[in-house]
């Protein structure tokens, strides 16, 4: 059973625009962080963008700098997270994989939950 499953990559040119869901199921994920992070062949599985709560339930959005201004991370009230990109780069291109986890996303390896990842392709 995957708790996270993530839709919408695909191949657009650059400057288009994407918008990326995943759908948490299987376990209550309304106090976890939720996010984005993406892996390019070659490199390393790096952070994107995430949504949750501090230790003292304030809440945060947070961002990479190599996607702020262009990548909007929301999240409904129960199950699904959405990543809405635009102004696609082709330094952009990478398998995008869902993650949660009860305290934070900062660690990629110490992350609870992965989706199996969706592939973003983005032309020249």
């Known amino acids: 059973q995957v708790p996270l499953i993530e839709s919408g990559g695909g191949q657009v040119q650059t400057g288009g625009s994407l918008r990326l869901s995943c759908v948490a199921s299987?376990?209550?994920?309304?106090?976890?962080?939720l996010g984005w992070f993406r892996q390019a062949p070659g490199k390393e599985r790096e952070f994107v963008a995430a949504?949750?709560?501090?230790?003292?339930?304030?809440?945060?959005a947070d961002y990479s700098d190599s996607v702020k201004g262009r990548f909007t991370i929301s999240r409904n009230a129960t199950d699904t997270i959405y990543l809405q990109m635009n102004d696609l780069k082709p330094e952009d291109t990478a398998v995008y994989y869902c993650?949660?986890?009860?305290?934070?996303?900062?660690?990629?390896?110490?992350?609870?939950?992965w989706g199996k990842g969706t592939l973003v392709t983005v032309s020249s």
């Open positions: 949504t949750g709560w501090t230790a003292g339930d304030r809440y945060y």
């Open positions: 993650a949660a986890d009860m305290n934070n996303l900062k660690a990629p390896t110490l992350v609870d939950y």
């Open positions: 299987g376990r209550n994920f309304r106090f976890y962080a």
